[in-house]
């Protein structure tokens, strides 16, 4: 299970720490990934961290304004989001796949519930 956290509304320019905590299986041997997916629109790629963290991949969009990580400690996953746009305004999904990283959300085989960002303009 994934259970992700922290969106809420703030104001463009604003920052938000979405967290994804994953329960019932071996976190470490996963990859995760974030994706949201706006009203209207389809579900699209924000980024991606291998099982180590050594590898991360972001969205052009949001490159340079978002960070993942995650803490298998802990089994969690972030996604630190600063200068944040009207346009990041989405509910944000957290999944995990076993194998290679992807940036295609039909390969991964959990996801959380999803938590709605809103940025104001």
């Known amino acids: 299970q994934l259970q992700a956290s922290g969106g809420g509304l703030v104001q463009a320019g604003g920052s938000l720490r979405l967290s994804c905590a994953a329960s019932?299986?071996?976190?470490?041997?996963?990859?995760m990934a974030w994706f949201r997916q706006a009203p209207g629109k389809e579900r699209e790629f924000v980024a991606v961290i291998t099982w180590s963290g050594g590898i991360t991949y972001y969205a052009d969009s949001v490159k340079g304004r978002f960070t993942i990580s995650r803490d298998n400690t802990k089994n969690t996953v972030y996604l630190q989001m600063n200068s944040l746009k009207p346009e990041d305004t989405a509910v944000y999904y957290c999944?995990?796949?076993?194998?290679?990283?992807?940036?295609?959300?039909?390969?991964?085989?959990?996801w959380g519930q999803g938590t709605q960002v809103t940025v104001s303009s």
């Open positions: 999944a995990a796949r076993s194998g290679t990283y992807a940036f295609t959300h039909h390969v991964y085989n959990y």
């Open positions: 019932g299986y071996t976190f470490d041997n996963y990859v």
